[in-house]
Nanobody, 115 residues
Framework: QVQLVESGGGLVQPGGSLRLSCAAS????????MAWYRQAPGKERELVAA???????IYADSVKGRFTLSRDNAKNTVYLQMNSLVPEDTATYYC?????????WGKGTLVTVSS
């Protein structure tokens, strides 16, 4: 059983920044992939970024150059640094991992980009 707890969401103006955190209840050292997804109202959940245990990172085209994903194995935490935010980034952001073949999701943290 894995618990994922997101934090760091909030209201930010266009062009601003936020850093999301996802703390896992287990050691992430051996977890192959951890990822951030987001779901905007009325839209399907989409992958934002993912990182493997080997450090390989992929980003959605819509966030490349603006978002940075990182992991701190010592703290069992992954981070999503979000810069140059635009209203289209407004969504609930979810942390995800697969652990021993099972999918785990956090409860999400809301990011609202608005002036």
């Amino acid at each position: 059983q894995v618990q994922l707890v997101e934090s760091g969401g909030g209201l930010v103006q266009p062009g601003g920044s936020l850093r999301l955190s996802c703390a896992a209840s287990v050691s992430i050292f051996t977890i192959n992939t951890m990822a951030w997804y987001r779901q905007a109202p009325g839209k399907e959940r989409e992958l934002v970024a993912a990182i493997t245990s080997g450090g390989r990172i992929i980003y959605a085209d819509s966030v490349k150059g603006r978002f940075t994903l990182s992991r701190d194995n010592a703290k069992n935490t992954v981070y999503l640094q979000m810069n140059s935010l635009v209203p289209e980034d407004t969504a609930t952001y979810y942390c995800y991992t697969k652990y021993y073949g099972m999918d785990y999701w956090g409860k999400g943290t809301l990011v609202t980009v608005s002036s």
